[in-house]
């Protein structure tokens, strides 16, 4: 297994990469990366001065490179749909695309504009109806697709009967719920896209226990004192146990992105113990999304609720 500081990234000068999530954490860490290897980078968001300061950072890395940010909130279907329709008004293929953005475990339900919860709109509806809608510009760059989910995964469930955690929410229990549907997502993707010769691979990452605010931004809402998870995650960190920071968690899906042995329809993660720090490698599946059953019935509700079809977008 390669060591972490020994991944690398191939030439990427004529490339141009989509990377939702990138004001910071292991999203800003990816498109570092992706520009020092001569991507033109992409980034949508929802913060204008995040968005500037992730530039900033990104340019003084790579004085060279071509980056830029663009106005994204995925919990709104609009903004989606908003963004979409300037990338394809530009007519550029994109070639990479990386669906990391997401909030975790807020203290309460919240929905988003468009009346769901906020976890399963931001971290999976918001991300299927983006890469439905950009399926022309995907199609053309012959792309690659990551979408980053979550060791939680692992230990999740659908609810079919309470997709949108009306009857009984809870913040873990939903946020394991949304990392599985990017998960199922990303599998689903790549079969339709084999079967019907699309032409864009798809496959799925998680980076680990990583060190970042999505910690602190997520289970504070909806709390009157902070959540403890940030403190907990520094002394782990601070300790060297079950945590590793953005740079090495970002690793996973920068090698399931940009790797040429990297293939469709897997899941790629840290080789470590519990798989909570390691080296970038190839994960058995989870139980939990093995199902083809699950993972179609899942795209077709996420269709019908996002509005956003993928065989009329292709």
């Known amino acids: 297994m390669k060591k972490l500081s020994a991944v690398s990234v191939p030439?990427?000068?004529?490339?141009?990469?989509?990377v939702t999530g990138a004001s910071d954490g292991i999203g800003l860490r990816l498109a570092e990366r992706l520009a020092l290897a001569g991507a033109e980078v992409v980034l949508p968001m929802r913060s204008a001065t995040k968005g500037a300061a992730a530039l900033d950072r990104i340019r003084a890395a790579a004085p060279e490179a071509r980056v830029s940010s663009r106005v994204l909130d995925l919990s709104s279907l609009s903004s989606v749909a908003a963004l979409a329709d300037t990338l394809l008004a530009e007519g550029r293929p994109i070639n990479?695309?990386?669906?990391?953005?997401?909030v975790m475990a807020p203290a309460t339900r919240h929905e988003s504009v468009d009346g769901f919860e906020l976890q399963f709109a931001t971290n999976h509806l918001g991300h299927m109806a983006l890469t439905g809608r950009l399926m022309p510009l995907l199609r053309a760059g012959k792309a690659r697709v990551t979408t980053v989910t979550s060791s939680a995964a692992r230990t999740s469930k659908i609810n079919?009967?309470?997709?949108?955690?009306?009857k009984n929410y809870s913040p873990v229990r939903s946020y394991g719920a949304s990392k599985l549907a990017n998960l199922?997502?990303?599998?689903?993707?790549?079969?339709?896209?084999?079967?019907?010769?699309?032409?864009?691979?798809?496959?799925?990452?998680?980076?680990?226990t990583t060190l970042t605010n999505l910690y602190a931004s997520g289970p504070n809402l909806g709390r009157a004192k902070p959540a403890p998870h940030e403190?907990?995650?520094?002394?782990?960190?601070?300790?060297?146990?079950?945590v590793h920071s953005a740079e090495a968690g970002m690793l996973p899906p920068l090698f399931a992105l940009t790797s040429p042995q990297a293939r469709g329809g897997v899941l790629y993660g840290p080789d470590g113990f519990g798989q909570f720090t390691g080296s970038p490698t190839q994960l058995a599946l989870y139980k939990s999304a093995r199902s083809a059953a699950d993972a179609e019935r899942l795209w077709q509700v996420s269709e019908r609720l996002t509005g956003v079809s993928f065989e009329a977008a292709v």
Do not use: C, Q, T, Y
């Not at 990479?96 to 997401?102: E, F, K, P, Q």
């Not at 084999?194 to 799925?204: I, K, L």
């Not at 403190?231 to 079950?242: D, E, V």
């Open 231 to 242: 403190a907990i995650m520094k002394r782990l960190a601070k300790w060297g146990m079950f």
């Open 160 to 166: 079919w009967g309470d997709l949108e955690s009306v």
């Open 96 to 102: 990479l695309m990386v669906n990391n953005a997401g």
């Open 11 to 18: 030439d990427l000068h004529g490339k141009i990469a989509v």
């Open 184 to 208: 199922l997502f990303a599998l689903e993707l790549d079969r339709r896209s084999r079967v019907a010769a699309w032409g864009v691979v798809s496959n799925a990452a998680h980076p680990g």
